[in-house]
């Protein structure tokens, strides 16, 4: 991990981690499970710094959308 990168994901995560937990506390209704939700968001955000654009708020809501439907597919699967 260079500088760079570092400072561009405190950027990221400082500018960004409230509104994901908010997104996810509106679809999960648990502010843990958000808080989970938006750790994963950022993950993805990590290790696909390359690919996020200037204005990253529209694709980190994508990629929150994106994992709650895999989880719903997950949990509709489970005996």
């Excluded at 994963?40 to 696909?48: M, N, P, S, Y």
């Excluded at 994106?66 to 949990?75: E, S, V, Y």
């Amino acid at each position: 991990m260079n500088e760079r990168d570092r400072f561009w994901f405190d950027e990221l995560y400082n500018g960004h981690y409230l509104d994901i937990v908010r997104y996810g506390v509106r679809r999960l209704a648990e502010v843990d499970a958000a808080a989970d939700l938006a750790q994963e968001v950022f993950v993805v955000a990590w290790r696909r710094r390359d690919q996020v654009p200037d204005n990253s708020l529209p694709w980190l809501y994508g990629v929150a959308r994106r994992l709650l439907a895999n989880h719903r597919r997950a949990q509709g699967r489970a005996p």
